[in-house]
């Protein structure tokens, strides 16, 4: 299963964007997918992820500021991002993980698309 993130960019402070990222391959069932960054120097972080029932989870930093949200009958996830930060500058990660037709688990991840916003 790949994933293949889009929508990042250069974007002012203050400024919105939306992230895509699309899973195709030998799907079954999509369990949680999620949005995960990494900011220069530092670790890899979960930013917010949804599960199959529509239920979400965010971290502190972007309550009220990030929605995620998905389309299963396109294998998408969104995450939008408004009232931008500099401290939102970031290589932004997609996985899911879930089933595949050849029953076989799946927990892949997306190249990352870099979201950069000047203050």
């Known amino acids: 299963v790949q994933l293949q993130a889009s929508g990042g960019g250069l974007v002012q402070a203050g400024g919105s964007l939306r992230l895509s990222c699309a899973a195709s391959?030998?799907?079954?069932?999509?369990?949680?997918m999620s949005w995960y960054r990494q900011a220069p120097g530092k670790q890899r972080g979960m930013v917010a992820d949804?599960?199959?029932?529509?239920?979400?989870n965010y971290a502190d930093a972007v309550k009220g500021r990030y929605t995620i949200s998905r389309d299963d009958a396109k294998n998408t996830v969104y995450l939008q991002m408004n009232s931008l930060e500099a401290e939102d500058t970031a290589v932004y990660y997609c996985?899911?993980?879930?089933?595949?037709?050849?029953?076989?688990?799946?927990?892949?991840w997306g190249q990352g698309t870099l979201v950069t916003v000047s203050s």
């Open positions: 391959g030998s799907i079954f069932r999509i369990n949680t």
């Open positions: 996985n899911a993980d879930g089933i595949s037709s050849r029953w076989y688990s799946f927990d892949s």
């Open positions: 949804i599960a199959r029932d529509g239920s979400t």
